[in-house]
């Protein structure tokens, strides 16, 4: 895992005027060399968008799950305090270029067709990671393509499921395990969600990168 910053963007450069997991809060990442990490989601027409929540209400006032609604019916929706609409991965991909490191958490409930609609947007791109608190989801993308790099996301350790993936993201709630750290040899650690400076003077030595709430660090 070769990223260019050892923190991470959390739904990238958000504030209360710029909106998380937006094209605005990518942009900014991109102006200062910081890496992103975002959610991405299957609309009822099979498109992927970038949205942290399955329930579309906290961020746009709409009470709807995203697998209910086609992406042309959310993309007439604007996000909170702002007329910036969800974007799909394939523009945040376009966007980005690969000119900064993309982890892509998985929002999904069925294991396969997530899956099966990123492969077209990923094969022809780099820099990227892919993470998911479901290990079978990323079982299924490690058997159809060995080459990504996935990474389980933890609150605690469970030692069966670690030997395949490539990186473990755990929460601040389980990072100061033993049997974490004794990974750290083998793989690389993320840490997970890290709100300020303090916090990150209390767990900075035990990860190798950290996902923060990047407005507090700039």
């Known amino acids: 895992m070769n990223l260019e910053n050892k923190l991470i963007a959390h739904r990238g450069y958000y504030?209360?005027?710029?909106p998380e997991n937006s094209l605005e809060s990518?942009?900014?990442c991109i102006d200062l060399k910081i890496p992103i990490e975002l959610d991405v989601h299957l609309t009822k027409d099979h498109q992927i968008v970038v949205f942290h929540d399955f329930y579309l209400?906290?961020?746009?006032?709409?009470?709807e799950w995203i697998e209910n609604m086609t992406l042309e019916e959310i993309q007439k929706l604007y996000l909170k305090n702002s007329k910036a609409i969800i974007p799909t991965l394939k523009e945040v991909l376009n966007l980005v270029n690969s000119k900064i490191s993309i982890i892509i958490e998985l929002k999904n409930n069925k294991i396969g067709p997530l899956e099966k609609a990123l492969f077209p947007l990923l094969d022809n791109y780099s820099n990227f990671y892919i993470?998911?608190?479901?290990a079978k989801s990323l079982r299924y993308i490690k058997k159809k393509r060995p080459s990504y790099q996935v990474g389980l996301i933890l609150?605690?350790?469970r030692f069966l499921l670690y030997r395949k993936f490539d990186f473990i993201n755990c929460s601040t709630l389980g990072i100061i395990n033993n049997k974490i750290q004794k990974l750290r040899s083998k793989k690389k650690?993320?840490?997970?969600?890290?709100?300020n400076q303090k916090e990150y003077e209390k767990f900075k030595k035990y990860g190798d990168?950290?996902?923060v709430y990047i407005k507090n660090f700039i």
């Open 57 to 63: 209400k906290r961020m746009t006032g709409k009470e």
């Open 155 to 157: 609150f605690t350790y």
């Open 15 to 18: 504030n209360a005027i710029i």
């Open 209 to 211: 990168f950290y996902l």
């Open 189 to 195: 650690i993320l840490i997970w969600n890290i709100k």
């Open 131 to 134: 993470q998911s608190f479901k």
């Open 26 to 28: 990518f942009k900014k």
